[in-house]
């Protein structure tokens, strides 16, 4: 055989083999299930771009981006809406997910009963904030995941953070919370919208925005005798589990030393940089602090760590060391 006739050959055969690989791959492709199928639900949170949202995406509740679509749909359908804000590192918004919005029961109930928002806060700080603030002025205290319950037209008349799925530890059952609040709107419409207008006016006032005041003395006084009474003499910190390294506070009591020469403010700062600095909240392999420790002796962290806090710890751990 000739090198022309050989060429000729090889490119034949190789022309058939790629004939015969195309319709094989179209065949496959054909049969191959698509990524959605491989989930038994899929909501319109698989549009989205968020990490977050993306998350959620095939939860069996029927989950809504913050937008229009949404509320028109909660005024048309007259539904209470339930707002979910979380953040793709968040421990206790994962936590939610698994035992509630994965659960099939009260997916139902969310769905009957309710429009359901999901939002990351890293993507609406704006809407975050504007809710958070609500949610601490009704119960005192924050956090994430925030679960805001709201009328159609977005006033709150009701919220917390991380609920469980049944009652524990003192907390109501999510489920439970649901359909008690299903009977409310449907029964005591005129307490909620009553509750959801104050709530809405007094956000919107000067009075619901931190009163400002001049930094005396006295308000010095306060905040130490404050951190004084929380503080943990054995462990250090302030309060009980989980504990937060809070280093502004740290700060302030060191300048709170500084100002008025109070040695047991120095102490609290030793105390609990100390024990920070060698407890499990400390990353002792790779560096750098956790979020915080999910006990009162520092041992055991949530595996988290925040730059924010890495940077203001890095401060309070020199301005002490330049001090002792």
Known sequence: MTKKGFNKVVITFAAVVLIIMTVKAAKWAKNMPTVTALHKHTNRLIKESSPYLLQHAHNPVDWYPWGGEAFERAKKEDKPIFLSVGYSTCHWCHVMERESFENEQIAEIMNEHFISIKVDREQRPDVDQIYMNAVQLMTGSGGWPLSVFLTPDGKPFYGG??????????????????????????????????????????????????????????MLRSAFDYFQD????????????????????????????????DEQALEMVEKTLDAMGEGGIYDHIGGGFHRYATDTQWLVPHFEKMLYDQALLGKVYLQAYQIT
Do not use: H
């Open 230 to 261: 929380t503080f943990d003499a054995v462990n250090g910190g302030f309060g009980i589990a989980p504990k937060f390294p809070q280093p502004t506070n740290l700060s302030m009591l060191l300048c709170y030393w500084y100002r008025t020469g």
């Open 161 to 218: 953070t991380y609920f469980p799925p049944k009652d524990i530890y003192g907390r109501p059952g999510f489920e439970r919370l649901l359909l008690s609040i299903a009977d409310a709107w449907k029964n005591r419409r005129q307490e909620l919208g009553d509750s959801a207008g104050k709530l809405s006016k007094f956000l919107e006032s000067p009075t619901g925005r931190p009163e400002k005041k001049k930094l005396s003395p006295e």
